[in-house]
Each structure stands twice: as C-alpha cells, then as structure tokens.
C-alpha cells in the first residue's frame, strides 16, 4: 500500500470511530477538555502496564522468552514506569477536571496547559521509544542524561526530568492561578499545597551521587513521599470533591474530614520513610523511627474508608453514576487493604528482616497501586465520560450495566489473585532462603526453585490475564456506556 493510501485508510478509521464512541465534545468545559485529554493518555499507558508486566510475568517461568532483545529489566522498567506516569497523567487530569468548578471560574492559562500536554506526551513517547529500542548505554554521563537514570520508578533520562518539572511547573501555575481568580476553598489550599511538595519532592531524585547510601536516600524521598504522603493528600482531595458531587455530601463534612486525614497521613508517612532505612546503611535509629511511625500510618487509611462508606451509607447510594462510586469504594478498601494492611504486614524491622525485598514487596507494591491509585483514576474517567456524554443518567438501570460489573470484579479478581500469589511466593522466599538458609546465595536459589514458589509465578501470570481481560473490558465500557442515554442524571445537590 502507498504512504498515500495508508493516511487515507488511518484517516478514514478514526473517522469511523469518532462516529462510533458519538461523544459530543461540545459538552466539556475548556478545563475538562484539556483534562480528557491526560486521561485519553492515561489509559493508552495503562494498557502498555499490563502488556509488560505480562511480558515481565511470562520471563519469570521462561526465562528464554524474548532473551536478548526485550530482556526482564526493560520490561519490568516500563511496566513499572509506564505505572507512574499513567497515574501522574490521571491525577493532572482529574485537577484540571475539578479545578473550573472547584474555583467557579474558567481556567486561567489555557493555552499554556495545552502546550505543556503535548510537550510532555512527546517526551514520553521519546522516553519509552528509547526505552526500548536502545535500552542501554556505557556507564558515563551522557547516559545518564539520554538512556536512562538507573533509579527504580523514575527511570527517564535527565533531559527529560527537567521537562517534567518545566510541565510541572505549568500546571501549578494554571492551578493557583485560576483558584486566585476565582474562588479559594478549604479544598483549594490543601491541593495547591499538596502539590507544592510533590513537585518539590521530584527534585530529590534528580541528582547522581557516588555512594549507594547516599543515592538511596534521597530516592526514597521521592518514591517514599509520594505515595505514602502527597499522593495519599491529592487522593484525599479528589475523593473529597467526587464524594461532594457523587453524593451531595456537605462541603464543611468533606473538609473536616480531609483537614483530619492530611494531619494524620503526613504525621505518620513523613518519619514512616523511616521503613526504608533499615538496611540501607542509615544509622540504626531509623529502626525505631521507621518502625513506629511506618505501623501508624494504616490509621488514616481506615479514616477513609469510614468516611467514604459512612457518606454512602448515610445518602443511601442514591447516586447518578454508579461505576464511579463503585470504584470510589473500591478506592476506600483498596487503598485500606494494599497499603495499610499489606503495608503493615512488613514494616516492623524484626519482620522486614526477613520480607524486605522478596515477592512479599511486589505482593504489597500491586495491591497498594491499584487499590490506592488506579481505582481513583478509573472513577474520574467514569465521571468524565458521564459529562462527555451530556450529563445522562448512568445509575440503576443503565444499559449494559453488565460491562462496568464484569471489568470492575474482573481487575479486582485479577489483581487480588496476583497479590495472593506474590504473598505465598514471598512468604516462602522468608521461610526458606531468610530463616532456614540464613540469606546465603544457596538459599536464595533453593527458594527460587522451590515447587509453591514457581507454582505461584504461574497463578500471578494467569491472574494477570484476568486483570488485563478485565482492562479490554473497562475500555469497552468507558466508550460505549451512556451512549443512546436519553435520560439526564439529576443534579446532585448538596443537602
Ligand atoms: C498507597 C500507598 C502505598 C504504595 C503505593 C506502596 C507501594 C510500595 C512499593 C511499590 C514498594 C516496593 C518498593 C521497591 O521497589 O523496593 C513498597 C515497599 C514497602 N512498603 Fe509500601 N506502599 C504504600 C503504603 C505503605 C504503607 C502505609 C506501609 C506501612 C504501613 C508500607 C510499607 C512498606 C514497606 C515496609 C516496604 C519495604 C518492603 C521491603 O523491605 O522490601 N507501604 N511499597
Ligand atoms: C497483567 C497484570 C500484571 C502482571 C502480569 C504484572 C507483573 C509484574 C512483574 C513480573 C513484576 C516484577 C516483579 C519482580 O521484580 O519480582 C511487576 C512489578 C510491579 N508491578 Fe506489576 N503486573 C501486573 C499489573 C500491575 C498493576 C495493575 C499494578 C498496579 C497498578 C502493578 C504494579 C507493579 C509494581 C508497583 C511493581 C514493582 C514491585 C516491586 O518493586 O516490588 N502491576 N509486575
Ligand atoms: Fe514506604
């Protein structure tokens, strides 16, 4: 086929499925075009998460598959940094969604955010491009600032950080701009402040530094003080304003709530980085911080989740869209369950002695994302749509209300059977290569090898195939649902 004909035929397919999906974006806002936008982005890398993490799964029992040409650290870095930056990509996306109506007043640097969208969405796509098809370099500077930057999470090259904070930057500026045009609220604060110390904090992690010690340190500020204290904060923030617009629940009850939750989670996750700190080469009395303000910080979390199942409860589910409040409680648990109960299964020393860095970690590290992070995101996108939409009615009795189920029980099946999966490989791994075989490089490939061990790597592949059916399934519904809906949701007032 000629490149002519190709374009033609491309051309003509999205032709068709705009014609399809039948979104009408005339119903958005400025602001929450430029937020479907981030979230249009956000989905295409969630699926490339799943892909890899099927790759990354599928090496753990054929160590042979794509050998040399896409080995396990590359596909375990996308997969994981692909993670990061779907949910960045949400969170951005849901700020803006929420910003005009938070603020009552249109967003300020409209076209700037739209620049600092594009900008970043091609740096990504360099970032990932390089990824893969250069993958390594020589162990000088130059790869370092073009390849990639070795840390775990936040692996992109330095050129590109520097782009991450220029957008960053953008984007509080468009945020605290608008909120000073137009209206502050309790709400407002605590987000424009949030966000002051979640970009700060990306700063930590843009230095190299010679000793590993040191290196690790100051990764951990980053990786650490995202999700277990701004992250959780933004979270609070977006459940706070979803569950005001979900539910109609009062503005002075979600604010106590979330002056509450913030004082509670960076009073615990600030020194809970502490748990991180154990065996790192940090003096010792990181064991004792890290360790007793690390088993405070499930307490915020079951804050949330009586706040968000009380709030429902005591409006009795009566709501105009019934996937994003299915996900907002899927939120509530999950974020409880992964981060808090799993989080506190290993944090005390004399535990983590013997987890720390076995499938315990990655059973604890899937659930806690998706629990905390994904479910949120998921929400908002069905909020969105509802809006895309035209406001229809997307609660009892919606068509094909089967698909929401089925993606919903799927992805939390799928992600819970993986996490089980992980936690029996990781419980065997401290039995036997920490306690029995006192940590020995035998000991370490007696666990590899053991029978429940490679048993489990095959049920985390098969559940992760439930998970990525579930994601296909999700998509499906999130273009489909609502369309032909002629009747309109009520508009939720606040009681
Ligand atoms: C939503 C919030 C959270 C997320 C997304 C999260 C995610 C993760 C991830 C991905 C890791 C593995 C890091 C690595 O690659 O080495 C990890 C480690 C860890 N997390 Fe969390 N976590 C969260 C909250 C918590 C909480 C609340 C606790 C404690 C109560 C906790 C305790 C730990 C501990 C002790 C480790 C170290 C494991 C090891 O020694 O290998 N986490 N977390
Ligand atoms: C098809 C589904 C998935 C499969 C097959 C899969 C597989 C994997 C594999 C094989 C690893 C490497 C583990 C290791 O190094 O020992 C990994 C790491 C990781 N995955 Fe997934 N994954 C999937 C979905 C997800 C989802 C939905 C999330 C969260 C939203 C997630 C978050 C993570 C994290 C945070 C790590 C790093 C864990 C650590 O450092 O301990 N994955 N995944
Ligand atoms: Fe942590």
């Known amino acids: ?7 033609e035929k491309t051309t003509a397919y999205f032709k068709d499925f705009k014609t399809w999906v039948a979104l009408d974006s005339t119903n958005l806002s400025d602001g929450q075009q430029l937020a479907v936008k981030y979230f249009t982005v956000a989905v295409i890398l969630f699926v490339a998460q799943i892909l890899f993490g099927l790759l990354a799964a599928t090496q753990f029992i054929w160590p042979g598959f794509l050998f040399e ?3 396990f650290n590359v596909n375990r ?3 994981i940094n692909a993670m990061i930056v779907w949910m960045l990509y949400g969170f951005i996306g849901s700020v803006y969604w929420l910003l005009e109506d938070e603020s009552q007043t249109e967003i300020v640097g409209l076209k700037l955010g739209n620049i600092a969208f594009w900008v970043l969405t091609a740096a990504v796509t360099v970032v990932v491009l390089v990824y893969l098809l250069v993958q390594i370099g020589p162990g000088k500077d130059s790869s370092l600032w073009f390849i990639n930057e070795g840390r775990e999470y936040i692996e992109a090259p330095r050129w ?7 957008v960053m930057l953008i984007f509080f500026y468009n945020v605290v701009a608008t909120f000073t045009k137009g209206k502050w609220s309790g709400i407002a604060g605590v987000l424009t402040l949030d966000l002051v110390a979640l970009a700060g904090l990306y700063v930590a992690g843009m230095f190299y530094m010679t000793n590993i010690t040191h290196e690790q340190y100051w ?3 980053v990786i650490h003080l995202w999700v277990e204290a701004t992250w959780e904060v933004l979270v609070g923030v977006i459940m706070a304003w979803s569950l005001m617009k979900l539910l109609g629940v009062r503005r002075k009850i979600v604010q106590t709530w979330l002056y509450i939750e913030v004082a509670l989670m960076f009073g615990s996750g600030i020194l809970g980085l502490g748990h991180h700190y154990f065996w790192i080469g940090t003096p010792e009395y990181w064991l004792t911080i890290g360790g007793f303000f690390s088993a405070l910080e499930p307490i915020p979390l079951v804050a949330m989740v009586v706040h968000a199942v009380y709030d429902s409860g005591s409006h009795a589910f009566k709501n105009g869209n019934h996937p994003a409040l299915a996900w907002v409680i899927a ?3 999950g974020n409880f369950f992964g981060a808090g109960v799993w989080g506190f299964m290993h944090t005390l020393p004399q535990i983590n002695m013997y987890t720390h860095g076995t499938q315990w970690s990655a059973s604890h590290g899937h659930l806690a994302f998706f629990g905390a992070y994904a479910t949120i995101n998921i929400a908002f996108f069905y909020l969105a749509i509802q809006h895309w939409r035209g406001g229809v009615w997307m609660g009892e009795g919606t068509a094909n209300a089967w698909r929401w189920k089925w993606a919903i029980g799927l992805l939390n099946v799928g992600v819970l059977g993986m996490t089980i999966a992980m936690l029996i490989a990781g419980y065997e791994q401290s039995f036997i290569e920490r306690a029995v075989e006192g940590s020995t490089w035998g000991g370490y490939f ?6 429940s061990f490679q048993s489990a790597m095959v049920w985390r592949l098969l559940f992760g195939v439930v998970t990525a059916a579930g994601l296909g399934l999700l998509i499906w519904d999130l273009l489909t649902i609502g369309k032909g809906e002629t009747r309109k949701a009520k508009v939720i007032t606040q009681q």
């Not at 086929?1 to 374009?7: E, Y």
């Open 77 to 79: 870095m996308v997969h």
């Open 219 to 221: 990764w951990w500020w």
């Open 446 to 451: 007696t666990a590899q090898n053991h029978p």
């Open 160 to 166: 590109a950080d520097i782009g991450i904070v220029v």
């Open 1 to 7: 086929m000629s490149a002519i004909g190709l374009v």
């Open 331 to 333: 939120h509530a648990f």
């Open 69 to 71: 040409i896409l080995d």
